[in-house]
C-alpha cells in the first residue's frame, strides 16, 4: 500500500514538473515576454555579484536600490519607475523606452517625499539596438532607453552594467530558441556638461540684445514725450484757432487733398534732427505702429500679395510641425498610416509654398523698379514738382513704407543715379559704370535690412540647440550647434544652399540664399531692360528654359523617382539648387511688369475669367494632389520638379491678375483681409525662426508623444502663435530700425514728418 502511494505521489510530481517545464517554455518563448525582461533592474544583483566593472561607491549603491527594489520600498520602486522598460507600440514602430528624466529628479525632493533614496540620482540615455527573428523586428531597430541610477554611476558604469546584462537576455533568447540579439551602443548623462552661462556666445548674444532693450525703451520713452508735447501744442493751436474763427493748419491741408488728410491725421510728432531720428528708429511705439497697423495702403491694388504670403507660411509651418511629431513619436509605423491618407500629399508636396514667396518676391521687385524709373524720368524731365507724383510715393501695399515683406526694400531713393533712356544701342564706360554702382547699392541695402534679424536668429538657433542637445533624451537630426558655428558666415553670404545640407546651419534658410540669389538675377535683368527690353525678355526665358532642362537632366541622371514619403530626397541635388527654383521667380518678374504696365485697369472677357479661375485651381490640385499612387517613375518625376514650380507660379500669376483687376470675387476679399496685413509684415521672421520654436520646445520633451492628427494640429496651432509673438519682437528689435536707418542714411525720411 505503502509503495502504491509512493508511485501515485512520483506520479502527480513528475507530471507536475512536466507540465511546469512545458509551461515555462511556452512562456518563455514569447518573443513579447523576452522583450519585456530586458533591461530589467531585478536581474543586476546577479551582475553585481559576478565579474564587473562597476566602481566600488556605484556598486554600493546598486546593492542597497536593488535590495530596496525586492523588498518593495517605495523610493526603489519610483528609481525602477523613472528607468525605461518594454513600452507598447514596439511593432508599430517605437523607439523610445524612455522612463522619466523629471520624476528621477524629483523622488529625491526630501521637503515633499516622507520616503526617499539614501543617495542622489541621475538620469542617463543609453542607445541599444535590438532585432527580434525575420518577423517581429528583422532589421535592428535603434532604441534609445533611459536609465535613473545613482548619482555615484558615471556613464561607464551605467555602460558596463548594460554589456553585462546583454549576456543574461542572450542567455535566455538562446534557451528559449529565440533569434534576437540585444547591444548597447553608447551611454551619455543628461543633462550633459554643457553650461550655458559659461558660453562665451551667449554673453556676445546677451550683450547685444541688452543693448538694444535699453535703445528701445530710451527710444519709446523719448518718442512718448515728443507724442505728449506734439499733442498739447496741437490742443493749444486748436484753442488759439476756435477763438479766433480760424480753420487749422491741418484743416487747410485736408481741404486741398484727402490723402494729405489721411497724412496729417496720423501725425503725431514733430520731425526731429538726424540723430534724434537714429535713437528713435528703435522706438516700440512706431515700429509697432507700422508693423500692427491694418489701414490699407491707398493704391490697394496688390493687397492679395498679403494672404498669399501670410498662407504659404502657415503651410511651411504644419509641414514642419509634421516632421516634428514625426521624430518624437512612440508610434512611428502610424507616419505610414498618415502618409497613405489623400490630404496627406499637401504635406508631402508642400515645396511649393516657398514658390510663392519667389513668384511674390519676383512681382514686387519688378513693380518697385518700374515705379521707381518712371518717377525718376518725370523728374528728369522736369515735368512736375518732386512731390506731385503720388502715384510714384505711393508704397506697394506696405511692403515699402512697412519694408517688412521677406525680399523687397524701399527702393525709391536708390535709383537717383539709374540711367536716362539712351539713344545708342551699346553702354559707354560711364553708363556701365553708373548701372554698376545702381546693382551694389540695391544690393548692399537690402543685406543691410535683412541681415541683422537673420543673423540673430542665426546666433540664438546655435545657443538654442546647444542646449537642447545637452539637456534632451532624443538625438535630434539637426546639427546646428555644430554646423552655425563652423558655417554660419555662408549664411550672412547668403550662399548656404550651394552646400551639402549635412553641412547646412539652419536648413530652413536655403530659402534666404536663393531668393538673395534671385533678386541679383532680377535686378541685373531689369537694369538691362532699361536700355534693351527684348534682350532682357529673351534673357529671362533662356534662364527659365534652361532652369528646365538642368533640372530635368539632373532628375534623370540620379534616377530619382518622387515619393510622398521622402519629399526630401533629393535636397542636395536639386530641392535646394537656385538652377531648379528660378521659375516661380521670373514668372513673377512678368506678372509684375504686366501689372505695371496695365496699371491693374484690364478688361477681361468674362469667358477668360470662366476658364481662368478653373484652370489655376485645377493646376494647384494637380501639383499637390497628383501623386494618386504615391510615387512618379523617372521621366515623370523629371517634369513634375522642373516644369511643376514653373506652372505653380503660373496658377499663382492669374489669382494675382484676376484680384488686383477685379476679377477676384469672394477670393480677392479673403487675401486682401486688412487684418492680415501686420500678420504678413511678420511672415519674414516667423519663418526664420519657427523651427528653432519647435525644437526647443518637442526636444526638451521628457518622453515621446502619440501621433494623432488631431493632436498634431492643436500643436500646429500653438507653434504658429508662438512663432509670430516670436517674430513681432524679433521684428522690433531689428528688422523694423534696420528699415528706419536706412531711410535715414539714404535721405528718405528728410522734409517728411514722423507718422504712425
Known amino acids: 500500500m505503502f509503495k502504491t502511494n509512493m508511485f501515485v505521489v512520483t506520479l502527480f510530481v513528475l507530471v507536475y514538473v512536466v507540465c511546469g517545464k512545458v509551461n515555462s517554455t511556452d512562456v518563455t518563448s514569447s518573443r513579447m515576454a523576452w522583450m519585456k525582461g530586458l533591461l530589467d533592474h531585478h536581474d543586476w544583483m546577479e551582475i553585481l555579484d559576478g565579474n564587473h566593472t562597476v566602481p566600488r561607491e556605484c556598486e554600493s549603491d546598486l546593492r542597497q536600490y536593488i535590495t530596496a527594489l525586492n523588498e518593495g520600498s517605495l523610493w526603489a520602486s519610483k528609481i525602477y519607475d523613472a528607468s525605461g522598460q518594454y513600452s507598447p507600440n514596439i511593432l508599430f514602430g517605437n523607439e523610445y523606452w524612455m522612463g522619466s528624466i523629471n520624476a528621477c529628479h524629483d523622488l529625491q525632493l526630501k521637503q515633499y517625499y516622507a520616503q526617499t533614496p539614501p543617495f542622489p540620482t541621475t538620469f542617463h540615455v543609453a542607445k541599444i539596438n535590438l532585432t527580434v527573428d525575420r518577423d517581429h523586428i528583422p532589421q535592428a531597430r535603434l532604441m534609445l532607453v533611459g536609465q535613473c541610477v545613482p548619482a555615484a554611476c558615471n556613464k561607464d558604469a551605467v555602460k558596463a552594467i548594460l554589456d553585462a546584462a546583454e549576456l543574461i537576455v542572450s542567455n535566455r533568447a538562446a534557451i528559449a530558441g529565440i533569434d534576437a540579439t540585444f547591444n548597447t551602443l553608447y551611454v551619455r548623462p543628461v543633462p550633459g556638461s554643457y553650461s550655458l552661462l559659461s558660453d562665451p556666445k551667449l554673453h556676445i548674444l546677451g550683450t547685444a540684445m541688452l543693448i538694444v532693450s535699453i535703445w528701445m525703451l530710451a527710444a519709446s520713452i523719448y518718442e512718448g514725450y515728443l507724442e505728449r508735447r506734439y499733442q498739447y501744442k496741437e490742443q493749444k493751436d486748436l484753442e488759439v484757432a476756435n477763438n479766433n474763427h480760424k480753420p487749422t493748419p491741418n484743416t487747410q491741408q485736408s481741404t486741398e487733398s484727402s490723402e494729405e488728410d489721411l497724412r496729417d491725421r496720423d501725425i503725431r510728432r514733430e520731425p526731429c534732427g538726424m540723430w534724434s531720428e537714429i535713437l528713435l528708429s528703435f522706438s516700440i511705439l512706431s515700429n509697432g505702429r507700422a508693423i500692427l497697423g491694418t489701414q490699407r495702403p491707398s493704391d490697394g491694388a496688390l493687397t492679395c500679395l498679403h494672404g498669399m504670403r501670410f498662407m504659404s507660411v502657415l503651410w511651411v509651418i504644419m509641414v514642419h510641425t509634421y516632421l516634428t511629431i514625426f521624430f518624437i513619436?512612440?508610434?512611428?509605423?502610424?507616419?505610414?498610416?498618415?502618409?497613405?491618407?489623400?490630404?496627406?500629399?499637401?504635406?508631402?508636396?508642400?515645396?511649393?509654398?516657398?514658390?510663392?514667396?519667389?513668384?511674390?518676391?519676383?512681382?514686387?521687385?519688378?513693380?518697385?523698379?518700374?515705379?521707381?524709373?518712371?518717377?525718376?524720368?518725370?523728374?528728369?524731365?522736369?515735368?512736375?514738382?518732386?512731390?506731385v507724383d503720388k502715384e510714384m510715393n505711393k508704397n506697394v501695399n506696405g511692403y515699402t513704407n512697412s519694408a517688412l515683406s521677406v525680399s523687397v526694400i524701399s527702393q525709391e531713393s536708390f535709383y537717383e543715379d539709374m540711367l536716362d533712356k539712351p539713344t545708342t544701342k551699346g553702354y559707354s564706360k560711364q553708363e556701365i559704370v553708373r548701372m554698376t554702382r545702381s546693382f551694389f547699392v540695391m544690393f548692399s541695402y537690402r543685406v543691410v535690412r535683412l541681415t541683422p534679424a537673420y543673423a540673430f536668429v542665426i546666433g540664438l538657433n546655435e545657443l538654442v540647440l546647444r542646449y537642447t542637445y545637452d539637456h534632451t533624451v532624443f538625438e535630434p537630426a539637426i546639427f546646428d550647434h555644430i554646423t552655425c558655428a563652423k558655417y554660419w558666415w555662408r549664411n550672412v553670404l547668403y550662399i548656404n544652399n550651394l552646400f551639402p545640407q549635412k553641412d547646412m546651419c539652419m536648413v530652413w534658410s536655403w530659402y534666404m540664399a536663393n531668393d538673395t540669389q534671385f533678386y541679383v538675377v532680377g535686378i541685373i535683368l531689369l537694369l538691362i531692360s532699361v536700355k534693351h527690353m527684348r534682350l532682357a525678355m529673351v534673357t529671362l526665358i533662356l534662364v527659365m528654359v534652361s532652369s528646365w532642362a538642368t533640372t530635368i537632366y539632373v532628375s534623370v541622371w540620379h534616377q530619382y523617382k518622387a515619393r510622398i514619403q521622402e519629399p526630401f530626397e533629393m535636397f542636395d541635388p536639386l530641392y535646394d539648387k537656385p538652377w531648379s527654383r528660378i521659375g516661380p521667380y521670373l514668372v513673377g518678374m512678368m506678372v509684375g511688369w504686366y501689372l505695371y504696365k496695365t496699371r491693374c485697369q484690364i478688361r477681361i472677357p468674362y469667358w477668360v475669367v470662366a476658364i481662368g479661375w478653373p484652370a489655376s485651381l485645377v493646376i494647384i490640385t494637380s501639383l499637390i494632389f497628383g501623386m494618386v499612387d504615391g510615387y512618379f517613375e523617372v521621366w515623370p518625376t523629371a517634369f513634375y520638379v522642373s516644369i511643376g514650380h514653373t506652372a505653380w507660379a503660373v496658377a499663382l500669376a492669374w489669382i494675382a491678375i484676376a484680384c488686383c483687376c477685379g476679377y477676384g470675387g469672394l477670393i480677392n476679399s479673403a487675401l486682401s483681409y486688412r487684418g492680415l496685413l501686420p500678420l504678413s509684415r511678420l511672415t519674414y521672421c516667423a519663418y526664420l525662426v519657427h523651427p528653432t520654436i519647435m525644437m526647443y520646445t518637442s526636444f526638451l520633451l521628457d518622453g515621446p508623444l502619440h501621433l494623432q492628427n488631431s493632436m498634431v494640429l492643436v500643436i500646429y496651432a500653438g507653434y504658429a502663435v508662438m512663432a509670430f509673438l516670436a517674430s513681432f519682437a524679433i521684428s522690433l528689435a531689428f528688422e523694423a530700425p534696420a528699415v528706419r536707418l536706412i531711410k535715414i542714411f539714404s535721405g528718405g525720411n528728410k522734409g517728411q514728418k514722423s507718422t504712425k
Open 329 to 387: 513619436a512612440d508610434n512611428k509605423t502610424m507616419r505610414v498610416v498618415t502618409e497613405r491618407n489623400f490630404l496627406y500629399q499637401s504635406v508631402g508636396n508642400a515645396s511649393y509654398c516657398v514658390d510663392t514667396f519667389f513668384f511674390i518676391s519676383g512681382l514686387l521687385v519688378t513693380v518697385l523698379f518700374l515705379r521707381s524709373e518712371e518717377k525718376k524720368a518725370k523728374r528728369k524731365n522736369a515735368k512736375m514738382p518732386e512731390r
